[in-house]
């Protein structure tokens, strides 16, 4: 029992449990702090994974900016004046149901399954090899992803900034 | 035999004239209603003249039917053709036009009819431009059917028909239109379907080996016919098999449902109340004829050990219909729905006829086809005229129209008559030779049949009765007798009744020789 | 020469008829001339065919025949012709006389008879009609032609019953007519099928040729007898035998000329004429079938006859009555007798009822000019004392009434007497003992009833003075053919003994022809039955004379007399009575049997058609939902509704489907996870 | 590696094109006066460029940028359908009422609608399940956007969101299972995959959960039952040139992706045989499944549509209707049946852009989607009805229509792989389709309109735009050879 | 008994498996039991994540190496710019109907 099995089943527990919590919590900015611990977790498992370039970039995306951006979102849709605001669940039943059978199945297909390992290379870094890629056989993705980051915002800027009211409701006039 | 046209075949003509009709009466403007009256006319009459000559130049001794080189003023030209490619042959759809003993009538039959409808739908008032235009495009649809010897062709006429005939009941029609044109679409429409799967079936069953060499898959009838050509393994490749006796009724029900065969005919009664005159007209002297038609064109050269396997069944629901039809005509108070039921049980002596499977009762079928359009026609005719003057076409609010309108009804009567089978007027000719040659097959189902020629005569007389007959009531007593043009909607259709029932010959000698090369086609055996 | 000659006696008054019809009102009140002028014509011509005939060729049958349609190469039979074509015999000549004198006789009558209707024209182009068709049936050489001319005659006839069409009854006689001759034509089909199937022909010629060379129908003799039997059902609608008798006396809503030519003299005996006609091929079974009927007839139509008041239904009572004695000697095998029956019939009821129509004529004219129109002009209870009043009428009156009872001397003795003898020898052969008693029976009847007619019309008080005082003898035109009918129904034109028939011309050119059907299914021969009639004729003779003498007398004794109250008889009778009245309940129980079943039955196909047939169109669920909802759904949901084959249920199921589509996100994520792991169980092959 | 970009580059003009273009419109929004069309007739340019491109490019049959795109006939052919549907769509948006309120932002619009495109195009090409993510993805994107672009009506705003929320979670089902299938090959672009499979793995349980979640993800791009529920709501909401968009281009586009990936990645050793190319994936029987719910596409689609009374809703239904039909197709994935789609996707482009754009021009006018209102139009504006008449009875498959054609073919790729209990359902849906089609023909046809009603009147461009439509559909009805040659020699895809 | 101890002392690449499986269900159901649709957002970031594990112990335990942390990395990308457009759509939705409860939002049903 070495340490990285330790480290691994603590990271696990962090994130399983605190993506568990996320779930079931009531309160939406416990969710929102839960949820950051579960993927602060899954940057440790990148960490054991040899993907240390990965695990920055998990923290720096999703730590720093789409946990922000959610919480922002929680703030300037918050109903009414009082900040901690609860959200109910529907259907609870059988999203529970479904998504535990979806789970069982998957992890019984994982269990099931033997895969084509190989021998874990042990890597120093990963950064040099990863740019080369991207500049190699992952060009066209690359730049791909630029131009939709590209939309997206242009999407976002389209949807988030209001508009100057014009006369006559619209939406009147499609009923 | 040839015949042609500036360059274009006959046939083309007497199918496309009312297509170019059509453009013109979409050019002209709305209001001249005259014009477009006189150009469906003229479109119609020339029909009517290249029918005529058909009539005059057809070579009564080639048989047809399923040999390519016996159909005559024949027509034929790849339409699509798409080269082969490694995974599938060669794929030919031919324009092929022909005709043969069994089409020559029909032709003249729909001509003459598209003529009559043309001239007794000269007082639509409403929209007539576009019902001019939507007239004509049906005509095309018929003459179309009964001229196309290649099975997609056939099919786009078929289906070519629905739309102007939904549109001419529904918005022409009477109270209840939308009902009846609906109801008269989706089951054509039904029926239609089952024949395109029945078409593709065949499509993928039949190939045949051009000069080049490849196999190529067609829609021709001809090929269809001929055994040789089913590719082996394919559905419906073999004989009595399970996939030929469906493909058989699924092509059956079709037709039935176009016949109308009981049960397939409650739309019929509705269609005909609904729909005004002249395509009332249309609707029972030629659309019916279709079903029974392509029975003939199609059922039965192309599935003969279908056709006999189910030969039985066909002259059961033949016998069904006429009795069924004539007992529900008896039980009318509407002119036009017993004349519709009527209809049913005149088509049910078709089929009988038909299913006997010999020269006499195909030939007996086959002029009852012809014999009840004219018929019929007369018969709508005559309720159309009545329902202008009194608009009304309860059987029990005339009376005593004898002595207002001894014209009228002279030639109503004609008509009563003949769908009574009365000697000396067509009618009974035809059904006796479908009577004779049934009775040679089935003798029950046949006894019991010809029992309808006594409800026939009861239910006509009755009308006869309550119509014509009898004292006049006040408010009919100022009714006009027939004018000059309904006269002449009339005048053909009786000297074609008389004439018919007097020396028949001319019509059978047409189709004498195409209907025995079919009988023998079928029961000798199977493809 | 014959064959032209033929020719044109066929077509001349169908030429009348097509001139009449399309220039009738154009000819001004000369269309009568012109219909009358041609049927005598005609008349004149057959009469030269006749002489030629019986002169010239006495025992050849010429026939003439054209191919009418030709299917070339029919299967199994190879190129089969439907043949048209005509056949004279001495039968037929003989009848062409009959139908065209007759027929003249009665235009004659008729100009004066129906002067001034309206439709004046029209029935003279009606009778040329009737004429043409009735002459087509007596020419023709096959079954298919009969049977054309059959309906046409059938067709004719209905138009002349309905001839005063704006009286209800009128038409309602005439579909009536009409629809009980189909009855019977219907079976006549039938027959014609079969032998047309067995023989692939329809002439007489080629259909005995191979039925004496030993073919069958179907090869079995049971379908031989059934299509004689089948072709006699034609006859029994035609010549009004029981059970389809009950036209003939409504019948005479049409003009009574017509009721003469028509119903008396000529259509109704084509029946008879038919059953001559096929007579070679009637098996034993069939003809003792046949016989019986006619005999049944004849009894029921006699009885009912007594006790009629309306003079022309009297008389079309005696008519069914009398053509029943005819299909009885054809029946038993005397058929130069029955022939000679129809013809002498022919004779002296036509005149019966022409006479009738002067009585009526005149009884009208008084009437109208009372302005009188509650009393009935044909009810013999009105009339009374007219012989004084109206000569001519009364004495050839009297002569047709001593013809027809059989009284010696008159034409009617000697036909009606063979016919007697002819049963009582078929009795004698085979015992079928009922069929002479009920002939005798039926002679006494007629005696009877037909003196009551005399009696109650011309002698005794008039029920009304001032009727009487107004009657005056109808007008040469209508008493001349009474004239004429008077001489022919006199003994010397048959035969001149006037107690033997058998010696005369008629017998030596008319003889019963040879059966040609397999010999275990002949009727007793011929030799052997003449040889009975001989033995029981003078026995017969005296019998017959007898008991019309009897009748006779019963009559004067009850009604001139009035020794006897016809009320207290009436009483005495009872049932029989009664029976006899109402014509034994047959038109009723036809009308609720038939009539209304017939009804019944459409209107229930018909409800059955709109909703269940539809209802099972409309979808299945329909059947649950029930008709009525259904129908009144339809209406309610107009066209909605009517997506027929899948309307309600697809409608339904739509609606269901669209319940799913919520609008809410997270349902329709469930809807897809669950899709997927039920996607995942279900089509994993492991 | 430069010179493989460089030759790749060469092979990419199209895509290019379009990329240059939003460039460009991006500059240009910064000029421009506001409140016209001039950046969506730099589009529209841009668009018929990329398409001059791709025409340029038939017969090419290679694969670029390192086995990530193919640009061969098959995607040729819908790059050229996506080009057509975009020309048509940038038309509809300048003649669109609705849109005309968001003049300030319609640049914005189009830059979108750039975007879209070139997600489609790569769609259609992309050979490398990573590079299929990211197209898909830009696609949807701009989608989603697009959908809520009227931002003012609550019924486009709720659309909007619905559709992300769905879009995201099947595109994240849609990666796992591309995960899983990586992981099981260890291949990502589909021709080392399909080395690995016909090779022979025996992993069937993982290998069908990861094909039937990509199969899950693709098929919410085709709302395909039963992952279509999003279909309707969107489409209602959406504005119609979008939702005609949707309808037709990324749906074709969807259908593209998906063929070609099953093609490609599961066909056996010796290319497509006659069962089609399912025997390399044992793990479930596919084509039952493609079969199901190609059904259930039709039976539902079908048989909702009877109920909707919106225009754009029923559309909505019968496209997904349509999208059933067109997987019979792809249930026996022989190339007859690969042709047979290429053809119905064809014909079906005219008729029901035509359809969309009918309903647009008549709320317009009218300011309506429910058919009731249609009532008496047929002489109101008969020209519009008439063509609208064609379209629906195309789209119901009456011969002499482009419709009937395309189901001609489509039943006939069917019935030849004896599939007849699927055609069955076909034909009789079909049956049921006429009735709510017929509907709005009846409503327009067989009412009067009051006298007191104006006819409504359009501009010639609308008219022209309209005529551009209906002429194909009458046209390709009576004669389709060069569809279907087209459309045969359009299945060649690269490594088969 | 020893066997399962061992596979636990060893975490390897079902370990990651089953901890990106849980998550993937844990984040489905999220997505499809929360009324509020920022928690159905952060359900999809989970999914995202749980496919983005896979990919990374791929890279890891099979021969697919780098390439799956390209793969993670793209994702990563994505998710951001979905989430960014995600949340716009929803400040939108929030202008409109002052909620953001999936089941308030629905005006488009049936």
Same mark, same amino acid.
């Given at each position: ?175 | ?87 599938? &042959? ?53 003459? &179309? ?88 393994? %394919? ?49 029972? &002297? ?56 009527? %209809? ?184 | ?85 005509? /056949? ?57 032609? /009969? ?222 000019? +009372? ?158 039955? +003449? ?28 009604? +001139? ?126 | ?164 929320? *769905? ?206 209102? *249609? ?122 | ?110």
């Amino acid at each position: 029992m070495e340490l990285t099995t330790l480290l691994f089943y603590l990271f696990a527990l962090v994130t399983v449990s605190a993506a568990t919590k996320m779930v079931l919590s009531k309160n939406i900015v416990h969710s929102a702090f839960a949820l950051m611990f579960t993927l602060i977790g899954i940057a440790a498992l990148y960490v054991l994974l040899y993907a240390d370039f990965l695990a920055a970039t998990q923290l720096l995306v999703y730590v720093g900016g789409i946990l922000i951006l959610i919480l922002f979102g929680v703030m300037l849709t918050s109903q009414g004046h009082s900040f901690s605001s609860t959200t109910v669940t529907v259907n609870f039943v059988p999203a529970m149901v479904l998504s535990v059978t979806v789970a069982a199945i998957l992890i019984y297909a994982f269990a099931a399954t033997e895969w084509t390992l190989t021998e874990p290379v042990e890597r120093t870094d990963t950064v040099y090899d990863l740019g080369m890629l991207l500049m190699g056989n992952y060009i066209l993705p690359f730049i791909v992803v630029g131009i939709l980051l590209l939309v997206a915002i242009i999407g976002a800027i389209l949807m988030s900034t209001r508009m100057a009211a014009v006369t006559g409701k619209s939406s009147n006039s499609l009923r | 035999m040839e015949f042609h046209l500036l360059g274009i075949g006959i046939l083309t003509w007497i199918v496309f004239l009312p297509i170019a009709g059509m453009v013109i009466v979409l050019l002209l403007p709305d209001h001249n209603r005259q014009a477009i009256r006189w150009t469906a006319a003229v479109v119609t009459g020339a029909q009517v003249i290249l029918a005529g000559i058909l009539y005059g130049t057809f070579d009564r001794s080639m048989t047809g039917i399923n040999n390519a080189d016996s159909f005559q003023f024949i027509e034929q030209f790849n339409w699509i053709s798409v080269e082969a490619v490694p995974w599938f &042959g060669k794929i030919e759809i031919n324009y092929f036009l022909g005709i043969d003993g069994l089409s020559i009538l029909m032709i003249i039959l729909s001509s003459i009819i598209g003529l009559v409808g043309v001239i007794s739908s000269w007082n639509i008032e409403k929209m007539t431009k576009g019902y001019f235009a939507l007239y004509l495009l049906l005509l095309t649809g018929m003459m &179309g059917v009964f001229v196309s010897l290649d099975f997609f062709l056939f099919f786009i006429f078929w289906e070519v028909m629905l739309l102007p005939m939904y549109f001419l009941i529904g918005i022409w029609g009477g109270p209840r239109r939308e009902y009846a044109a609906i109801k008269f679409f989706l089951y054509t429409f039904a029926g239609g379907v089952l024949m395109l799967l029945v078409m593709l079936a065949l499509y993928f069953s039949v190939a045949y080996v051009n000069p080049a060499g490849e196999s190529v898959h067609t829609f021709n009838l001809l090929h269809m016919m001929n055994p040789d050509y089913y590719v082996d393994g %394919s559905i419906l490749s073999g004989v009595d098999t399970t996939w030929r006796y469906v493909a058989w009724l699924a092509l059956f029900i079709s037709f039935a449902i176009k016949i109308p065969l009981f049960p397939f005919h409650t739309w019929l009664p509705d269609a005909h109340v609904e729909a005004p005159t002249p395509i009332s007209v249309i609707l029972a &002297g030629v659309l019916l004829k279709l079903g029974t038609y392509g029975l003939l064109r199609i059922s039965f050269p192309v599935f003969p050990d279908g056709t006999n396997y189910f030969m039985f069944l066909m002259a059961i629901l033949g016998m069904i219909s006429i009795i069924y039809g004539a007992f529900c005509a008896m039980a009318q108070d509407d002119f036009k729905k017993l004349i519709a039921y009527s %209809s049913i049980s005149h088509m049910g002596i078709v089929v009988l006829g038909i299913a006997a499977m010999n020269t006499q009762g195909m030939v007996g079928g086959v002029l009852q086809m012809f014999n009840h359009g004219i018929i019929t026609a007369v018969l709508f005719l005559a309720v159309g005229v009545l329902y202008d003057r009194t608009h009304t076409r309860g059987l029990n609010d005339f009376g005593g129209i004898a002595t207002q309108m001894p014209r009228y009804t002279g030639i109503a009567m004609i008509g009563m008559f003949a769908a009574l089978g009365l000697p000396g007027f067509n009618g009974f000719v035809s059904e006796l030779f479908s009577f004779l040659g049934a009775f040679e097959a089935f003798r029950w189902v046949t006894i019991i049949s010809v029992s309808g020629i006594i409800l026939t005569a009861g239910y006509i007389l009755w009308t006869v009765q309550r119509v014509y007959l009898g004292a006049l009531p006040e408010k009919h007593k100022n009714l006009k007798d027939l004018t000059l043009r309904e006269m002449f909607a009339f005048i053909p259709l009786i000297i074609l009744i008389v004439l018919l029932g007097i020396y028949p010959a001319p019509a059978i000698e047409l189709m004498n020789v195409s209907l025995s090369h079919l009988v023998e086609i079928v029961t000798g055996g199977a493809p | 020469m014959y064959v032209q000659l033929s020719l044109l006696i066929l077509f001349l008054p169908l030429l009348g008829f097509m001139i009449l019809i399309f220039k009738g009102k154009k000819l001004s009140g000369k269309a009568d001339w012109l219909a009358t002028g041609l049927l005598s014509l005609a008349l004149v011509f057959s009469l030269v065919l006749l002489v030629l005939k019986l002169t010239g060729s006495p025992d050849e049958t010429l026939t003439y025949v054209f191919n009418w349609i030709v299917f070339t190469d029919a299967m199994l039979v190879g190129s089969l012709a439907i043949e048209f074509g005509i /056949m004279i015999d001495n039968l037929t000549v003989i009848m062409l006389v009959v139908v065209t004198l007759v027929s003249t006789l009665v235009h004659l009558y008729s100009m004066m008879y129906m002067k001034g209707d309206k439709h004046y024209e029209r029935y003279f182009a009606y009778l040329g009609l009737f004429s043409f068709s009735m002459l087509g049936i007596i020419l023709t050489h096959n079954l298919l032609l /009969m049977y054309i001319f059959w309906e046409l005659v059938g067709i004719s006839s209905y138009l002349l019953i309905g001839f005063y069409y704006e009286k209800k009854s009128a038409t309602n006689a005439a579909n009536k007519a009409f629809i009980v001759n189909r009855i019977g034509d219907f079976g006549m089909f039938i027959g014609i099928m079969i032998l047309f199937a067995g023989f692939s022909t329809f002439s007489f010629g080629a259909l005995f040729d191979s039925i004496a060379a030993g073919q069958l129908p179907f090869g079995s003799e049971g379908w031989l007898t059934a299509s004689g039997l089948l072709i006699f059902c034609g006859a029994v609608g035609k010549s009004a035998q029981f059970p389809l008798h009950v036209w003939l006396p409504d019948a005479m809503e049409g003009p009574t000329p017509v009721s003469a030519l028509i119903h008396a003299a000529t259509m109704v005996a084509a029946g008879v004429y038919l059953v001559a006609r096929m007579f070679p091929m009637l098996t034993e079974d069939a003809l003792l079938i046949i016989a019986y009927t006619g005999a049944f007839t004849a009894l029921i139509a006699a009885s009912i006859a007594v006790t009629q008041y309306d003079i022309k239904k009297v008389l079309a009572y005696s008519t069914i009555s009398q053509l029943g004695y005819m299909i009885m000697a054809l029946g038993v095998g005397a058929f130069t007798a029955g022939i000679m029956h129809l013809i002498t019939h022919a004779a002296f009821k036509a005149g019966l009822f022409l006479g009738a129509g002067s009585i009526i004529y005149a009884m009208h004219n008084v009437l109208h000019d +009372q302005h009188d129109h509650k009393t009935d002009a044909q009810d013999i209870r009105n009339m009374g004392g007219l012989k004084s009043k109206m000569p001519v009428t009364y004495w050839t009156f009297v002569i047709f009434t001593l013809a027809i009872s059989g009284v010696p001397l008159t034409s009617g003795f000697l036909s009606k007497d063979e016919i007697l003898a002819g049963t009582m020898a078929f009795s004698s052969l085979n015992g079928h003992w009922l069929l002479p008693l009920i002939g005798l029976t039926v002679a006494g009847l007629t005696a009877f009833y037909m003196f009551r007619l005399l009696i109650l019309t011309f002698h005794g008080k008039p029920a009304k003075e001032s009727i009487l005082n107004g009657i005056k003898e109808s007008p040469k035109l209508m008493t001349i053919p009474l004239m004429v009918l008077a001489a022919l129904s006199l003994f010397f034109f048959y035969s001149i003994n006037p107690f033997g028939a058998p010696g005369g011309w008629f017998y030596s050119v008319i003889e019963r022809p040879m059966s040609i059907v397999p010999g275990n299914l002949q009727p007793a021969g011929h030799e052997l039955f +003449q040889d009975a009639v001989k033995s029981v004729h003078a026995m017969v003779m005296t019998l017959s004379v007898l008991i019309a003498a009897a009748g006779i007398l019963f009559a004067f004794t009850v009604y +001139q007399w009035k020794r006897v109250s016809a009320d207290q008889l009436a009483e005495k009778a009872g049932v029989f009575y009664k029976g006899s009245v109402n014509h034994w309940y047959f038109d009723k129980y036809y009308n609720q049997l038939f009539v209304d079943g017939t009804l019944a039955v459409a209107r229930i196909l018909h409800w059955f058609d709109v909703n269940i047939i539809d209802g099972i169109v409309n979808g299945t669920s329909v059947m649950a939902k029930g008709v009525a909802r259904l129908s009144k759904w339809i209406d309610t949901n107009g066209i909605d509704g009517l997506v027929n084959l899948t309307a309600w249920v697809s409608q339904g199921s739509g609606k269901q489907l669209s319940k799913i589509q919520t609008g809410r996100v997270q349902t329709y994520l469930v809807y897809v996870a669950f899709s997927f792991i039920v996607f995942i169980l279900l089509f994993n092959r492991i | 590696m430069v010179e493989n970009i460089l030759h790749s580059i060469s092979h990419f003009f199209p895509e290019i094109v379009i990329v240059i273009t939003l460039c460009v419109i991006i500059i240009a929004d910064l000029f421009v006066k506001k409140k016209s069309h001039t950046t969506g007739w730099i589009l529209f340019c841009g668009v018929a460029l990329a398409g001059f491109f791709v025409f340029l490019q038939t017969g090419w049959n290679e694969s670029v940028f390192y086995n990530m795109v193919a640009v061969d006939p098959f995607a040729s052919f819908f790059k050229i359908l996506v080009v057509i549907i975009s020309l048509f769509v940038i038309l509809f948006s300048m003649k669109s009422g609705e849109l005309d309120e968001y003049k300030v932002r319609i640049s914005e619009y189009y830059m979108l609608l750039a975007g879209m495109i070139l997600g489609m195009f790569l769609m259609v090409g992309s050979t490398n399940l990573l590079l299929m993510y990211l197209a898909f993805e830009m696609t949807s994107i701009s989608s989603y956007v697009l959908t809520g672009f009227t931002k003012r009506s609550e019924k486009s705003a709720e659309a909007s969101m619905k559709y992300i929320i *769905y879009g995201a979670v099947s595109s994240g089902i849609f990666i796992y299972g591309i995960s899983l299938l990586i992981g099981i090959t260890g291949e990502m672009d589909i021709y080392g995959i399909n080395a690995i499979l016909v090779s022979g793995i025996d992993q069937p349980l993982i290998l069908s959960i990861s094909v039937l979640m990509i199969i899950v993800g693709l098929g919410f791009k085709l709302a395909i039952v039963p992952f279509h529920f999003w279909a309707p709501d969107v489409y209602e909401g959406a504005p119609i040139t979008i939702a005609a968009f949707l309808a037709v281009a990324s749906k074709f586009a969807a259908f593209a992706m998906l063929i070609r990936f099953f093609t490609v990645s599961f066909m056996g050793a010796g290319g497509i045989g006659e069962l089609g190319v399912w025997q390399t994936l044992e793990g479930m029987n596919w084509n039952l499944v493609l079969a199901v719910t190609a059904a259930l596409a039709m039976i539902v689609g079908n048989l909702t549509a009877l109920r909707q009374d919106n225009i754009k809703r029923m559309l909505a239904y019968s496209s997904i209707a349509h999208a059933g039909y067109i997987l019979m197709g792809l249930v026996v994935l022989t190339n007859e049946g690969t042709a047979a789609i290429l053809i119905y996707t064809f014909m079906y482009l005219f008729m029901n852009l035509g359809a969309f754009y009918v309903a647009m021009l008549f709320s317009n006018q009218l300011k309506t989607e429910s058919i009731e209102e *249609y009532k008496g139009l047929g002489y109101r504006a008969p020209f519009v009805s008439v063509s609208l008449t064609v379209f629906l009875v195309a789209l119901t498959g009456f011969p002499p229509t482009a419709g009937f054609i395309a189901k001609l073919y489509i039943f006939g790729s069917a019935v030849s792989a004896g599939w007849f209990w699927l055609v069955t359902i076909a034909g009789i849906t079909t049956v049921i389709s006429l009735f709510y089609y017929i509907r709005v023909v009846r409503n327009m046809f067989l009412y009067r309109p009051d006298e007191a009603v104006l006819p409504l009147q359009f501009d010639l461009a609308s008219r022209l735009i309209l005529l551009f439509l209906l002429v194909p559909t009458l046209l390709l009805g009576i004669y389709f050879t060069p569809v279907i040659e087209f459309a045969r020699h359009s299945i060649k895809m690269f490594g088969v | 008994m020893e066997t399962t101890l061992q596979w636990l002392a060893s975490p390897g690449l079902p370990h990651f498996l089953i901890i990106s499986a849980m998550l993937f269900g844990l984040g489905l159901m999220a997505v499809l039991s929360k009324r509020n649709v920022v928690m159905v957002l952060m359900g999809v970031e989970l999914i995202l994540n749980s496919a983005n594990i896979n990919f990374i112990a791929f890279s890891r335990f099979t021969d697919f190496s780098l390439n799956g942390q390209m793969i993670g990395l793209f994702v990563i990308i994505i998710a951001a710019a979905e989430a960014a457009v995600a949340l716009a759509i929803i400040l939108n939705i929030y202008n409109r109907f002052k909620t953001i409860n999936l089941d308030e939002v629905n005006l488009l049903k049936g």
